[in-house]
């Protein structure tokens, strides 16, 4: 599950220094700031589950660094490192914001899905956009990002997830952790040693690749075939469903749980949006399914295997989380 890193030393954050805004980096200078950009996409998509504030959170990071004077830059021993630290403590706010806006927000809130590069690469409708600019062009996919994982983080508190993340993940010590998050490195260890607990009860044994892909391509051709006997063979008893709509399309508002509850909602969808197309496509990382209605993808559909059956289903449905899916052609 971890991504190797060399964090290095991470100063704090410049305060008080005038600057002298305006001054042009070298060509050098800005190959190395620029080059630190996967990496801190990378760190804010799994800080705040959602691709749209990783890169609002990436762009506040290197407006901030621009806005220091020349001076300043090359007082800082390791660029990447002081990107690293600003960008952790800007994605701490937006957690700890975050939590009044979710209390706002329409139905259930899922974190924003992302494709394999691969397929969309291969299934793209042509044009010359430079692809590797793209935010989600540059987050690795594995197990840090799966959705079962991501949902399990939206349970901890901004410093746990912090912490977590940025040790356990991306190997952060707890010194450097420490700087970020505003606590004691022997806090940061507990921090991140309650987060650990939480992803150790919640998540279940991952499922083979291979098995996954085979159910939830069994599971498509049952709902193409509207067979419910066979729906409910595939799902467990005591499955959930969660649906993000963001009150901006049609999507039930609370979890469905139980397997024939499940069936009957997806019977229910198919009947009431015919010309539906679903297509088996890597989500996070792991196999799940897109549905797409006129060419447009409209459900984006990651699951959760336990025992050879599907315990859950998260399907986004939120446009504005679908961007990924529908700005990079896919089909």
Known sequence: MSIPSEPGHVPSEPGHIPSEPGHVPSESGLSVIAGERRRLINVAYRLLGSLAEAEDAVQETYARWYALSRRQQEAIESPGAWLTTVAGRICLDVLGSARVRRERYVGEWLPEP??????WL??????????SADPAD??????????????????MTPAERVAFILHDVFRYPFGEVAEIVGRTPAACRQLA??????????????AATAGQAS???????????RDIKALVG????????IADGGGLVGAVLRPVEGSERITQYLIHIADKAPGLTLLERTVNGRPGLVAQHAGITVTVA????TGGRITRIWAVRNPEKL?????????
Do not use: I
């Open 138 to 155: 540059q987050v690795t996919l594995d197990e840090s990002v799966n959705m079962a994982f991501l949902v399990v983080l939206e349970s």
């Open 193 to 206: 040693s309650s987060a650990r607990r939480r992803v150790r009860a919640a998540q279940a044994p991952a």
């Open 215 to 225: 159910l939830v391509r069994h599971f498509k051709e049952a709902w193409e075939a």
């Open 114 to 119: 992302l494709p394999d590069r691969t397929e």
């Open 323 to 331: 961007r990924p899916w529908t700005e990079n052609g896919q089909s």
């Open 302 to 305: 990651a699951f959760s295997l």
């Open 234 to 241: 595939l799902l467990d008893p005591g499955a959930t469903m």
């Open 122 to 131: 291969g299934g793209r409708a042509g044009g010359d956009r430079t692809w």
